[in-house]
T-cell receptor
């Protein structure tokens, strides 16, 4: 049974700080990894995808992948109150994507 | 233009009734999904269709019957609704196993 593990939080950071969200996965052959953001009462939206080891940056977001350790993380720099949401790690495989339980992030103004 | 749309947005019904949720995507994707998100916010896949063919049926009770008339549409019919079916149901689409795009969700409440 493939698993994706996330700390459910809540993770609370002050405005302007770096928020660090972590995810581990069990399937060693996984090749692609996604981070989704879900605001309360809304649907998940894709914010980052990463396919190879190392870092991928997009604006204030950086995804980090370490396939040897089966670990993927999301860093949010200069966190804003509008970043307060649940962040879901997702690992697809064979037309079935396994989502983590999500980490709730609160950014305090 | 809405990429993935679902109707209805809210559904309130009594136990034992039958209801349907419709989903349409205009992204040209070949794969569509139904997910259930319960009160604990855990997002769990129910069904996956690729080119109108059922690929994944994730041990969902057979009261749930998906139908894909074409690649752009995936509907979900639920028979004999139970209290435990109350949840938010999301439709999503993707091109193969790449990133998924979600519909706005249907909040189902069974009383």
């Amino acid at each position: 049974q493939k698993e994706v593990e996330q700390n459910s939080g809540p993770l609370s950071v002050p405005e302007g700080a770096i928020a660090s969200l972590n995810c581990t996965y069990s399937d060693r052959v996984s090749q692609s990894f996604f981070w989704y953001r879900q605001y309360s009462g809304k649907s998940p939206e894709l914010i980052m995808s990463i396919y190879s080891n190392g870092d991928k940056e997009d604006g204030r977001f950086t995804a980090q992948l370490n396939k040897a350790s089966q670990y993927v993380s999301l860093l949010i720099r200069d966190s804003q109150p509008s970043d307060s949401a649940t962040y879901l790690c997702a690992v697809p495989g064979g037309f079935k994507t396994i989502f983590g339980a999500g980490t709730r992030l609160f950014v305090k103004a | 233009d809405t990429a993935v749309s679902q109707t209805p947005k809210y559904l309130v019904t009594q136990m034992g009734n039958d209801k349907s949720i419709k989903c349409e995507q205009n992204l040209g994707h070949d794969t569509m999904y139904w997910y259930k998100q319960d009160s604990k916010k855990f997002l769990k896949i129910m069904f996956s269709y690729n080119n109108k063919e059922l690929i994944i049926n994730e041990t969902v009770p057979n009261r749930f019957s998906p139908k894909s008339p074409d690649k752009a549409h995936l509907n979900l019919h639920i028979n004999s609704l139970e209290l435990g079916d109350s949840a938010v149901y999301f439709c999503a689409s993707s091109q193969a196993m790449y990133e998924q795009y979600f519909g706005p969700g249907t909040r189902l409440t069974v009383t």
